[in-house]
C-alpha cells in the first residue's frame, strides 16, 4: 500500500508530535469535565471551560451562548482556503455513575422533577476535551494553515430537557454555521463497542433517525363484565401493537435499509373488572433513510387509525420527528478515509456497521457535508461486545482513546485544507 499522496507528512508529524505533547493536558481536562458533569442546556460550567481555554488560545473569534451554552470558535489560518467545522457535543445524563474511579461524578440534580445523578456516561466529555486540545494543536500551527477552522461545542445532544429547544438544531438556528460558512464538518464519537486504538466509520447512512410516537386509543368505559356497553380501548391497542409489527416486517424493503417500530410503553385502566376509558402508547421508529422515514410515520398512523375504526374506537396519533439520519457524505469520506487509515495505523481502521443509536451531528450534515466516526474506548482484554456501553452507568472509557481524536480531527482538518488547495 502506498502512502496517499493528500498527507502533508510534514504537517501530519508535527501534529502528531504536538498530540502526543498536549495528551497528558486532553486527559486532565477530561477528567475534570468528568467529575462536573452538566445536563442539556446546563452545560454552565463546561461552557465556561471551553470559553476560557478558546479566549487563551487568541482565536480570532469566540462566540458564546450560542443555543444557550454553546460556544463556537473561529481560528483564521495564515492562508485563505476552506473553512472546516470541527464538532464536539457537552452534555451529560441523568445516569448515576457506579465506576471506582478518583475523578467519578457525585453530582446529582433535578431532573423532570426527579431527583437523578448526573454522569458523562456517553463519553461528552472526552469530545470536549479532545476538541480543546485540537483548538490548541491547530492555533499553534496557524501559520501553516490554508484555511479556517470553526470549533464548534453543541450543548443538548441528548435531548433538552422537557419543553425547551436545543442541540445542533437550535445551533444551526442560531448562525452557527454561517459566518463563515464552512464547507465540511467533522465529528466523532467514542464508544465501547470498539477496543482502544481502532477507529471506525461508515460510508452513507451511518446511525439512524429517531422519532418517537404517542398513541391514545379512545375507548369508551364500562363494566369488564359487560364489555359489549362500551367500547375496549385495551383490546384495540393491543391489535395495535400486534398490527404495527407489520409495518416494517410486510411493508418496508429491508433489502434496501433496516428499519425499527418499538412500542415502549403502554398504560391503561386501573382494576380488573373495569374496561378503562383509554389506553396510552408510546413507541420509537428508527430508519436510515428519508423516504422510509416518512413513509412508516404514514403506516404507523393510518393502521393505528384504521384498527381504532374497526374497533369503533377513537384514535390520536402524534409523531415527533427529532433526529434526522446521520449520513456520511460518501465522496467526503472516500476522500478523508487515508487520513483516518493514517492516523489509526495499519489494521485498526474498521468499516463498521449501522447503529440504530441516533445522533444530532445529522442536522450539521443536512447543510453541510460532513463525515461522524467512531473512536474505540474499550480497554484491552475486555471484550467490546460485553463491555459496558456507552449510558450505562459503569460505562468506562480508556483514556489512550483520546489523543487518537485529538490526531484525527487535527489531521482531517489539515488534510482537507490540502485537498481542496
Ligand atoms: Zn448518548
Ligand atoms: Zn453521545
Redesign the pocket.
Known amino acids: 500500500m502506498s502512502e496517499p499522496s493528500l498527507a502533508s507528512s510534514a504537517l501530519a508529524e508535527q501534529i502528531d508530535a504536538a498530540a502526543r505533547a498536549i495528551e497528558a493536558r486532553v486527559i486532565a481536562w477530561r477528567r475534570d469535565l468528568h467529575a462536573h458533569p452538566e445536563l442539556g442546556n446546563r452545560e454552565f460550567r463546561t461552557a465556561g471551560v471551553v470559553q476560557a481555554h478558546l479566549r487563551d488560545l487568541g482565536l480570532d473569534e469566540v462566540r458564546t451562548e450560542v443555543a444557550h451554552t454553546g460556544v463556537v470558535g473561529l481560528l483564521k489560518g495564515a492562508f485563505p482556503g476552506p473553512v472546516v467545522a470541527l464538532r464536539a457535543d457537552m452534555d451529560a445524563?441523568p445516569v448515576t455513575e457506579d465506576v471506582d474511579l478518583p475523578f467519578a461524578s457525585k453530582v446529582r440534580t433535578t431532573w423532570n422533577g426527579e431527583d437523578v445523578g448526573v454522569m458523562h456516561a456517553?463519553g461528552h466529555d472526552c469530545h470536549v476535551a479532545i476538541l480543546m486540545g485540537v483548538a490548541e494543536i491547530l492555533t499553534g500551527l496557524r501559520a501553516q494553515l490554508h484555511g479556517s477552522v470553526k470549533f464548534i461545542f453543541q450543548p443538548a445532544?441528548?435531548m433538552p430537557p422537557e419543553g425547551e429547544e436545543g442541540g445542533a438544531k437550535l445551533m444551526i438556528e442560531q448562525g452557527a454555521l454561517e459566518n463563515p460558512v464552512p464547507q465540511a464538518v467533522f465529528g466523532l464519537h467514542v464508544t465501547s463497542r470498539l477496543p482502544v486504538g481502532i477507529v471506525g466509520y461508515r460510508p452513507g447512512p451511518t446511525m439512524a433517525s429517531s422519532d418517537r410516537f404517542r398513541i391514545t386509543v379512545q375507548g369508551k368505559q364500562t363494566h369488564g363484565a359487560a364489555p359489549w356497553l362500551g367500547v375496549d380501548p385495551i383490546v384495540t391497542a393491543a391489535q395495535m401493537v400486534l398490527g404495527l409489527q407489520t409495518v416494517v416486517s410486510r411493508g418496508v424493503d429491508i433489502t434496501r435499509e433496516p428499519a425499527v417500530v418499538t412500542v415502549g410503553m403502554i398504560k391503561g385502566g386501573v382494576r380488573e373488572n373495569i374496561i378503562p376509558d383509554s389506553v396510552e402508547m408510546r413507541g420509537t421508529v428508527r430508519t436510515f433513510d428519508e423516504e422510509m422515514r416518512d413513509d412508516i410515520h404514514e403506516r404507523v398512523t393510518t393502521l393505528a387509525e384504521a384498527i381504532a375504526r374497526g374497533s369503533r374506537a377513537g384514535c390520536t396519533v402524534c409523531i415527533q420527528k427529532n433526529y434526522p439520519v446521520t449520513v456520511n457524505d460518501p465522496a467526503l469520506t472516500e476522500a478523508m478515509v487515508p487520513t483516518l487509515q493514517r492516523v489509526a495505523g495499519p489494521d485498526a481502521l474498521r468499516l463498521v456497521p449501522k447503529v440504530t443509536g441516533a445522533e444530532d451531528f445529522s442536522f450539521f450534515q443536512q447543510v453541510v457535508p460532513g463525515l461522524f466516526f467512531f473512536v474505540g474506548v474499550t480497554p484491552p482484554g475486555i471484550d467490546p461486545a460485553k463491555a459496558y456501553s456507552?449510558?450505562s452507568p459503569r460505562f468506562f472509557a480508556d483514556e489512550r482513546g483520546l489523543v487518537v481524536g485529538v490526531r484525527a480531527l487535527a489531521q482531517l482538518t489539515c488534510d482537507y485544507f490540502e485537498l481542496k488547495a
Open positions: 445524563l456517553c445532544e441528548e456507552n449510558h
